[in-house]
């Protein structure tokens, strides 16, 4: 992308309204516009962001076996009048009537909906197990919507929903969605550290919530230190073997980590002391098992190896994609603005032309734009005619991992200038090379088929 054609309304100043890193850099480095409160319009930059989030998000369920679709924002009340949740809800869900007097809403969760599918479709223990999920937009009329898209009011999540016959096989399909989620986070370079919780209005009292550790999160935390050290890694992972997954989330929930919620004084005091640590956490996911919850109440029923009828075992399983967002800049910035990972930035890198109208500069720039765009560099090539200063701050504020600084006196010798936002550490390396290695670099971050 060139920028003289992008659509990046940077601002200058810092918004008076935004609290935290991450919401005043969303604002400033123009990727998102509050319409209303808690309700925000993706601008180009944070679409991008967002958009990588989500087929992070695709590409690790669908390794774990779960299958993608679509339902709708708007809802019918008569579903939510069978689980018995539409009173009890209360004033998070927004309701609406249409045109014939008919009460819809728009969905904050879809346990009824997917249950409904369900029941419509399936009728045998030989169909199961099935985890579905979808992408989707859903609104949460909060009380505080604050910090930006942290705690939005429309805001956009990852929900999953398993059905099985038995409370083993669902026990299973918790655990591979644990550890489907602590890959999906490590690949967008983020700990996320899974911690017992409470089902809330989603049910259940098997839960784990996924926490990333920073001081701006609105959960209280305490946690064993030595959490910290436990990745999953690039180890293989067979989501089909029960023992593995039940392993993994064995290995990751020995240690003590309670949000305030679930917080146990007594089981925390006997954490050696030095491994006792208190602080904040952001929930960027969490996933229920719920068993017959719905299905008993809705009638999603199948019937088992005897011809018998049973009500099917269910959880489900949530992401906070548009959250993310917000919670990587909370994990990764600084005094200048953003400093996304690979795997999730906006663009792979930045070309900064320091001579713009000269023409071996323009004409190095072009060649270099395009050979990064055949490398599958993605770069954004600031153009403008504009100090180098100000390309190399809005650069550095929209938080692209790489730079590539273009003058004539680098050039004069055929080099050019590959900076790392994150340690600020720069090379003089010639043109080719500097492709290559960005190439090398982003090759790492696409996934094996
Ligand atoms: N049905 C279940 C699992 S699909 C469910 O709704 N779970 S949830 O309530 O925990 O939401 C899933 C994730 O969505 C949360 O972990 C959080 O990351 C995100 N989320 C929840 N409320 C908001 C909000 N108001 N703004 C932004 N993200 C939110």
């Known amino acids: 992308m060139r920028l003289r054609r992008y659509f990046l309304p940077v601002l200058k100043e810092t918004p008076a309204e935004a609290q935290i890193a991450s919401h005043r850099y969303m604002l400033r480095a123009g990727m998102v516009k509050q319409q209303a409160a808690g309700i925000y319009s993706w601008l180009p930059l944070g679409y991008r962001v967002l958009?990588?989030?989500?087929?992070?998000?695709?590409?690790?369920?669908?390794?774990?076996?779960?299958?993608?679709?679509?339902?709708?924002?708007?809802?019918?009340?008569e579903?939510?009048?069978?689980?018995?949740?539409?009173?009890?809800?209360?004033?998070?869900?927004l309701r609406i009537s249409d045109r014939h007097g008919r009460d819809l809403l728009y969905g904050p969760t879809n346990e009824e909906m997917i249950t409904d599918?369900?029941?419509?479709?399936?009728?045998?223990?030989?169909?199961?197990?099935?985890?579905l999920y979808h992408i989707q937009w859903k609104f949460r009329?909060?009380?505080?919507?604050?910090?930006?898209?942290?705690?939005?009011?429309?805001?956009?999540?990852?929900?999953?929903?398993?059905?099985?016959?038995?409370?083993?096989?669902a026990?299973?399909?918790?655990?591979?969605?644990?550890?489907?989620?602590?890959?999906?986070?490590?690949?967008?370079?983020?700990?996320?550290?899974?911690?017992?919780?409470?089902?809330?209005?989603?049910g259940g009292d098997y839960t784990h919530e996924f926490l990333i550790l920073a001081e701006t999160g609105e959960s209280g935390v305490f946690y064993d230190t030595r959490i910290k050290d436990i990745r999953l890694g690039s180890q293989v992972i067979d989501y089909d073997d029960p023992s593995q997954c039940a392993r993994i989330l064995e290995e990751f929930t020995a240690l003590y980590a309670c949000t305030d919620e679930t917080h146990d004084p007594e089981a925390f005091a006997r954490v050696p002391e030095e491994y006792q640590h208190q602080t904040r956490g952001i929930e960027v996911g969490q996933i229920f098992y719920f068993g017959t919850k719905y299905s008993a109440a809705m009638g999603a029923i199948v019937q088992n190896a005897q011809g018998k009828e049973v009500?099917?075992?269910?959880?489900?399983?949530?992401?906070?994609?548009?959250?993310?967002?917000?919670?990587?800049?909370?994990?990764?910035?600084?005094?200048?603005?953003?400093?996304?990972?690979?795997?999730?930035?906006?663009?792979?890198?930045?070309i900064i032309n320091v001579k713009q109208g000269d023409p071996t500069t323009d004409a190095a720039c072009a060649d270099l734009y395009a050979a990064l765009r055949a490398a599958g560099v993605d770069p954004l090539y600031d153009d403008r005619e504009e100090r180098a200063?100000?390309?190399f701050a809005t650069i550095?504020?929209?938080?692209?991992?790489?730079?590539?600084?273009?003058?004539?006196?680098?050039l004069a010798q055929g080099l050019v200038e590959l900076t790392h936002r994150r340690t600020g550490e720069s090379e003089d390396l010639a043109i080719a090379t500097a492709v290559t290695r960005l190439q090398e670099i982003y090759r790492q971050h696409q996934v094996e088929a």
């Open 51 to 77: 958009s990588r989030i989500k087929s992070i998000v695709d590409e690790e369920q669908t390794r774990a076996g779960h299958i993608p679709m679509l339902m709708p924002t708007l809802q019918s009340a």
């Open 79 to 93: 579903l939510w009048r069978e689980s018995g949740r539409y009173d009890e809800y209360g004033e998070e869900m």
């Open 117 to 131: 599918i369900f029941r419509s479709h399936v009728r045998s223990y030989k169909d199961l197990p099935l985890t």
């Open 141 to 169: 009329d909060e009380m505080r919507p604050r910090f930006g898209v942290m705690r939005g009011r429309e805001f956009y999540m990852k929900d999953g929903y398993h059905f099985d016959l038995t409370e083993a096989d």
């Open 171 to 202: 026990k299973h399909a918790y655990n591979r969605h644990l550890v489907s989620y602590l890959r999906t986070y490590e690949r967008m370079g983020l700990q996320a550290i899974p911690m017992k919780s409470e089902g809330g209005p989603i």
């Open 311 to 350: 009500p099917v075992h269910m959880g489900s399983h949530g992401i906070g994609v548009s959250r993310l967002v917000g919670a990587i800049i909370e994990a990764n910035h600084d005094e200048r603005g953003i400093i996304w990972p690979e795997a999730v930035a906006p663009f792979g890198c930045g």
């Open 389 to 391: 200063g100000a390309k």
């Open 396 to 410: 550095d504020l929209i938080g692209l991992p790489w730079r590539i600084t273009v003058g004539p006196r680098g």
